[in-house]
Structure formats: C-alpha cells, structure tokens
C-alpha cells in the first residue's frame, strides 16, 4: 500500500488540495442536481417518487463517505476523484511530484 505519512504536506500544497476537494465536491453536486431535476421532471406516479428518494439517499451516503478530506486519506479521495473525472490530472500540479504520481497510480488501479 502507497503511504502518504512518508512525504509531510507543506502549508500551500495542503491550503490548495483543500480548494481542489471543495470544487471537486461542488462539481459532483452540480452533476447530482442536474440529474435530479431531470429524474423530478419525468415523475408521473408516487413509485417514481419513492425511486428519486432511493437514488438521493445512496447518494448522500456515497457522497458523504467519498468526501473525506482528513490528510491520511487525502491521496486516495484524489484518486478516485481523477478515476470519476471529477479532478483532472492537470488541476495537481500544486503537489510535489511524488504525491502527483501516487495519486495517478491510485487511479488507474
């Protein structure tokens, strides 16, 4: 296993992923709305609205368990925000090299 405690965060890097998670979180709740006003839009009967609750509630509880910014675990939430294409490669740049490499290889795992 890829251990981040081997490669200490300075200030900027840790300031910046803390920017980058927040938009990558903004990005996954615009795409969730969209869908479900989409979904909202289609309802005809009440199974169609138990459906809608279903899908808010995996959700929330996949969203809420993706999102976890703690620095231990920083370096797999980013790679599997870069596996969903919720964060570009481009956007972590601000990390040193060793750290950007990891969380490319996480992804492709």
Same mark, same amino acid.
């Given at each position: 296993?890829?251990?981040?405690?081997?490669?200490?965060?300075?200030?900027?890097?840790?300031?910046?992923?803390?920017?980058? =998670?927040?938009? %990558?979180?903004?990005? *996954?709740? @615009? /795409?969730?709305?969209?869908?479900? +006003?989409?979904?909202?839009?289609?309802?005809?009967?009440?199974?169609?609205?138990?459906?809608?609750?279903? =899908?808010?509630? %995996?959700?929330?509880? *996949?969203? @809420? /368990?993706?999102?976890?910014?703690? +620095?231990?675990?920083?370096?797999?939430?980013?790679?599997?925000?870069?596996?969903?294409?919720?964060?570009?490669?481009?956007?972590?740049?601000?990390?040193?090299? @060793?750290?950007?490499?990891?969380?490319?290889?996480?992804?492709?795992?």
């Amino acid at each position: 296993m890829l251990q981040t405690a081997e490669a200490p965060w300075s200030q900027a890097e840790t300031q910046s992923a803390h920017a980058l =998670f927040r938009k %990558a979180y903004e990005r *996954e709740l @615009d /795409g969730l709305l969209a869908t479900v +006003q989409a979904q909202a839009s289609q309802i005809t009967k009440i199974d169609d609205l138990w459906k809608l609750h279903d =899908f808010l509630s %995996a959700k929330r509880h *996949e969203i @809420d /368990g993706k999102y976890d910014d703690r +620095q231990s675990v920083i370096i797999f939430v980013f790679a599997q925000l870069l596996k969903e294409g919720l964060v570009q490669a481009e956007e972590l740049t601000f990390l040193a090299p @060793d750290k950007q490499s990891k969380i490319k290889a996480l992804a492709r795992l």
